[in-house]
């Protein structure tokens, strides 16, 4: 067995239980591992890989293991070489060819003779043939990091794969590069992601939720319809139980009415004087022990269908719905939300305009109006980030201007960033990509208030209640949220601001989520009802959303209508790796 955890456990120093127990194993051939947010699918990889230790239990792996980590951390000093683990051997070769006959160096090269071209073909599957084994690191793309990162994994050959989040930040291109590198992978590959399309390619789908990790063969559509399958089984066990909890409940109503019947029959003869008094009383006493038994039949068999009731529940999984009205965001069809000018001209400072202004296709101006439902999509590298905070009002003429930790902007005003000129008409709110908008020192509830000072506590409570937020969770600091709770945290501020948002500009908000957070975002969003613009890659996320217009902006600054992209496969083609 490639990879087999044994009853593993893992706890943080502080006791938190992470894992407990698990036991399973993962063969040659593609996992998909899916659940919550914080259910611990990323501490699992991390083990598997050896970057952590258990707190009991053991993890095996056969042969080397590559990792790619979600929170990739890059230095931006180092080379595209250096990256890819090969700069050792690299300068060894060139030594060697240089006439160096030092031990060393023939150490250092090994067999990777053809260490150099199998890099660049290996970038080249990715996509990333543009790229230098001697660029620096720091001029990387976020995607192209990703990728070259991967690539360093894939020219290994680990006999496991581990992959965690590898689609985030990743353009529509890239994916469907990625999603060939992974289909044309031949031994053990586990992949941590939300992405349909990458989970549509899996051999089989490991879902860790409730504290077990349960597999499921096919890919996410099969895993889908057998876990449909199992919950109409489990809500037809909880009717079922439920009718049995109240069955014995109407029985022991029915038996006591019948003994209290019984008693009072008893009484009226004992005071009629038809009978002696000692029998009477011994008729009392036999009548009470045998009620006493009936009553504790009757208690046990509510017990036991009341335990059954509580099993059939465990199998039914809670997948609370966000359900909101938000009257307030609604936008008339005919009014102007937004207006942008200047679109045909290096609106930042490292575009250049492509040809001249007025271009066909090429948008100059931009206007939404009503609740139109816009996606911006685009390569990595594009500016689509800097665009979207141009306009919110938090772009500035310098540069990029801050891409994180940004706060929600409201009102209506105008900002111009280089030749871009950008008038709303309307209150915005704007959501980074890190959901870094909260105060962690804040409860949820305080976070919720500074955004809309003018409601009441109790209007907030209600309001987050409806984003799942009930009684003591409301009371939460923001540093204490798991990573599900902080995004509905997020999204409340968002939508619960005073005045409404209703301009949303949404910045790939569904990096990092679990699949119940998007499912989440969607309904959220079915509730709004005024304009949007959303930037990301996830394309069933975005048809989901019932999108009205697609834009398309290129590297070199160009804004044009686009057709909307079907929902991404693996179409590009990879040869075997071997």
Known sequence: MPVVLSDLSFSYPNGRVVLSHLSASFNAGRTGLIGANGSGKSTLLRLIAGAARPTSGSVTASGEVGYLPQDLTLGTSGTVASLLGIAAARDAVRAIEAGSVDPAAFDAVGDDWDIEERAREQLGRLGLSHVGLDDP????????????ALSARLLRRPAVLLLDEPTNNLDLDARRRLYAAVEAWPGVLIVVSHDRALLSLVDQVADLSGGELRMYGGNLEAYEAMLATEQAAAQRAVT??????????????????????????????????SIPHIVAGGRKRAAQVSAGKGREVALARIADARERLADAEDALRDDAMIRIALPGTAVPAGRTVLTVQGLDAPWAPWHTAAGEPGDPGRLA?????????IALIGPNGAGKTTLLLALAGLGGSAGPGPEHGATPAAGAGNVAVAALSVRRNAAVGYLPQRLDILDDALT??????????RATVNDVRAGLARFLFRGDRADQPGGTLSGGERFRAVLAALLL??????????????????????R?????????????????????????LGITRWLRLDRDGRLADAWPPSPPGATATVAPYG
């Open 137 to 148: 690191v720091g001029r990387l793309s976020g995607g192209e990091a990703v990728l070259t």
């Open 240 to 273: 079922a139980a439920e009718a049995d909890v109240r069955r014995e409940k109407r029985d022991l109503l029915e038996t006591q009415v019948k003994q209290a019947r019984r008693d009072r029959m008893g009484r009226q003869l004992a005071a009629s004087g």
């Open 365 to 373: 101006e931009l206007i939404v109006r009503g609740p139109e439902r």
């Open 444 to 453: 949820v509830v305080e976070n919720v208030r500074a955004v809309a000072p």
């Open 497 to 518: 601001a005073d005045p409404p948002p209703q301009l949303l500009l949404l910045d790939e908000p569904t990096n990092n989520l679990d699949m119940a957070s998007v």
């Open 520 to 544: 989440q975002l969607s309904q959220a969003l079915s509730c709004y009802r005024g304009a949007l613009v959303v930037v990301s890659h996830d394309v069933p996320f975005l048809h989901s």
